[in-house]
Each structure stands twice: as structure tokens, then as C-alpha cells.
């Protein structure tokens, strides 16, 4: 694969536009983090509400938040934070109908949504768009971490091909998050978000971090795209977003 | 010498690397017997063999040589 500049994606900080897709366990911390980065647009994407059960790990929000929808909970942390530039929510969940639209909007995309199939539709959605994204995953105490800039570096479909099938993995609800691991991984998403901005050579691009708090162990994983791939390889299988690609989970 | 071991023929065994870590493994270990030697389902990780990714549906079949390096990341959807 030829090199590739990551200025391409350079945009100047005060102007620079972020959507964090899920203001929960690894959204929250992001958030936390960018409040305070100088981006001029925070997107806040999410269509759940909080629950008392969310706060260990749902930084932002607050107990006399509970009941709100997550992303006016989130604007109203921006704003008590000192975040001085817009916020624009979307309280709703992506789908194939407006996630295209809802990532154009913005200048890179942080995964901090909690299903494997979400997850997959804003690999999809990011590839098609050419927004750079950031993705995260955790559970219990582990997760991983990649930046994919669509087209240049290796994306989720590279490594994983599609998303596991329902049942064989346990959900947050199940199986529980340490708020702190999140938290780990949330913040090292918005440092990668950033250092997209900034045009930054060094991100986790064409690397997956696989995060274990037990051992406190970052193990670093070279990776490259995949020619095959279904979504940004030589032939894609996948060049509009269709339902049919993204089965609904069990426990969605 | 034609003792079987777990089934297969203990003629000797391979040394990989597995996340890092040396490992020695039955002749004929192929990656789904490696998966599953580390009970990890082999619906939710991705499989790296000397640097290129394995299809999951040659998990099967790919057999470990001497040598080798393996990377092996357990994919979780939790946000």
C-alpha cells in the first residue's frame, strides 16, 4: 500500500469538527477529554437515556440526570465544563437511513457506541464518507483500539470481517465494564481524535492496541488492509449502507 | 514414538509465539486448536500469523510451524 500524507485529514483545531457516536462508558470520558481540546464542533450522538446503572462508568452524567436523554445530559457537561464551541445532538440511533448523513457533517468519528453492530455501520459509514475513525471496544476489563483513516489504513472489516454473531458475546448488561477501563480507553480515543486533527503521524492507524487491565497490559499489533476486505478493499461487497449487512443483536 | 498424543502423533512439538509469549504446541496445532486451547471463541477474534491476518475460515486448516508468530485480538462491542 503506498504511504499516505495524515495531513490530508489535518484540519486547524478551532474549526475542527468531532462526533462522538455514544455518550456512555468510552463516550464519556472522550468527551470529558475534548471539552477542554479547543474543537470548534463536539457532535453527540446517542439515543438512550441515563440509568442509574451507567454512572460508575458514564463519567458526564450525573445522578439528577437520570431519566434524561444522555446527549442533552452531555451538552449540559460541555457547557458546565467551559466548552466554548457548538454542540450539535443527535438523539437518535444511527442507522442505514441517517448515518451517512449524520458523520459528513463532521471531520472524524469517534466509536463510542455499545454493539458490535453499530460499531460495524460506523466502520461502513466512515469508510463510504472518507471521515477518519476511531474505534474502541471494551468489556469487563479489556478492549481494543484502532484509527482507521478510510481507504489509507486497515479498517474494522480488515481484521474482523463482520460482526459476531448474536449470543456469542456477552453485552455491557451481562457482563459489566470496569468504569475505569473505559475510561482508559475512552481518553486514548480522543487523544487519537485529536491527533487526526492535527496531522499527526503517529496514531494507532494500521495498529490495534488490545487493552487488559487486569495485567495492565497494552500489547500493540501491527495490521494492514485487507485487498479483500468487504468495505474498502479492491472489490468491495459493501458501497451503500444496506440493513442487511448489519443483523440486529439480541440484546439491541 | 508413534504414541498419540491428543490425537495427533507426538513427533516432536512447535515453538510460537503467541501474543508475545513462547509457547510450545503439539505438532499439527492448527489456529482453531490454538483458539480453543486458550478458550477463546473463535467467532470474536482476529488472528494474526507471521503479520497477515488469518480468514476465519481457515482456522481450521492453518497448521503451526516452528517459529511462528501469532497475534490474537479478542474483539469486544462494549462502549
Redesign the interface.
Given at each position: 500500500m503506498a504511504a499516505f500524507d495524515p495531513k490530508e485529514f489535518a484540519v486547524p483545531r478551532e474549526r475542527a469538527r468531532v462526533l462522538v457516536a455514544g455518550a456512555g462508558g468510552l463516550g464519556s470520558p472522550a468527551l470529558a477529554a475534548l471539552a477542554s481540546s479547543g474543537v470548534g464542533v463536539i457532535g453527540v450522538a446517542d439515543s438512550d437515556v441515563v440509568d442509574l446503572s451507567n454512572l460508575h462508568r458514564q463519567v458526564i452524567h450525573v445522578t439528577a440526570g437520570v431519566g434524561l436523554p444522555k446527549t442533552a445530559s452531555a451538552e449540559e457537561f460541555l457547557k458546565r465544563s467551559g466548552f466554548g464551541g457548538a454542540v450539535l445532538t443527535f438523539q437518535t440511533r444511527l442507522d442505514t437511513g441517517n448515518i451517512m448523513e449524520v458523520v459528513s457533517e463532521f471531520d472524524v468519528v469517534v466509536d463510542a457506541c455499545d454493539t458490535f453492530r453499530s460499531k460495524f455501520m460506523l466502520n461502513d459509514a466512515c469508510v463510504l464518507a472518507g471521515r477518519p475513525f476511531v474505534h474502541a471496544g471494551v468489556l469487563q476489563f479489556e478492549g481494543q483500539i484502532m484509527t482507521i483513516y478510510p481507504e489509507r489504513t486497515a479498517c474494522l472489516r480488515c481484521l474482523f470481517e463482520s460482526p459476531p454473531p448474536p449470543g456469542s458475546v456477552p453485552t455491557c448488561q451481562e457482563a459489566g465494564v470496569l468504569g475505569a477501563a473505559a475510561g482508559v480507553l475512552g481518553a486514548i480515543q480522543a487523544a487519537e481524535a485529536l491527533k487526526v486533527l492535527d496531522g499527526k503521524k503517529t496514531t494507532l492507524s494500521d495498529r490495534v492496541v488490545a487493552f487488559d487491565a487486569r495485567h495492565m497490559s497494552f500489547r500493540t499489533v501491527p495490521v494492514s488492509r485487507d485487498p479483500g476486505c468487504p468495505v474498502c478493499g479492491t472489490k468491495p461487497r459493501i458501497d451503500s449502507m444496506e440493513d442487511a449487512n448489519y443483523p440486529p443483536e439480541a440484546c439491541d | 514414538m508413534a504414541a498419540c498424543f491428543w490425537g495427533r502423533e507426538a513427533g516432536g512439538a512447535v515453538r510460537v509465539t503467541v501474543?508475545?509469549q513462547q509457547k510450545e504446541e503439539a505438532n499439527g496445532t492448527t489456529v482453531a486448536d490454538l483458539a480453543a486451547s486458550l478458550k477463546l471463541?473463535a467467532?470474536?477474534i482476529?488472528v494474526?500469523l507471521n503479520?497477515a491476518?488469518v480468514?476465519?475460515s481457515e482456522y481450521g486448516s492453518t497448521v503451526l510451524h516452528d517459529g511462528d508468530t501469532v497475534?490474537i485480538?479478542?474483539?469486544?462491542?462494549?462502549?
Open positions: - | 501474543n508475545g471463541d467467532r470474536n482476529a494474526e503479520r491476518i480468514k476465519k497475534e485480538v479478542t474483539f469486544v462491542g462494549g462502549g
